[in-house]
């Protein structure tokens, strides 16, 4: 492995850790006081369209991004 190889892959490293990656499941109602609660935080990144569980399942998931510090 080269040192460009070796700081690159590092520097990846470093960016992966700053983030947490999750998929949240709950009623609509419970996923937005959990969205509020991120957002108010400063630690929501990104956080995807609610999508339903299918089925007779009335819960909704949604994908976030969270930062870890």
């Known amino acids: 492995m ?3 190889e070796r700081t690159y892959a590092k ?7 700053q983030f947490t990656e ?7 109602e419970d ?5 509020h609660a991120a957002g108010q935080t400063g630690r ?3 956080v ?4 339903p569980m299918g089925g007779d399942d009335t819960r ?3 994908y976030l991004r969270l930062r870890t510090h």
């Open 2 to 4: 080269t040192t460009r």
């Open 11 to 17: 520097a990846n490293n470093q960016r992966a850790a």
């Open 22 to 28: 999750m998929w949240i499941v709950g009623s609509p």
């Open 31 to 35: 996923l937005a006081v959990m969205l």
């Open 44 to 46: 929501l990144v990104y």
């Open 48 to 51: 995807s369209a609610p999508r």
């Open 60 to 62: 909704h998931r949604r």
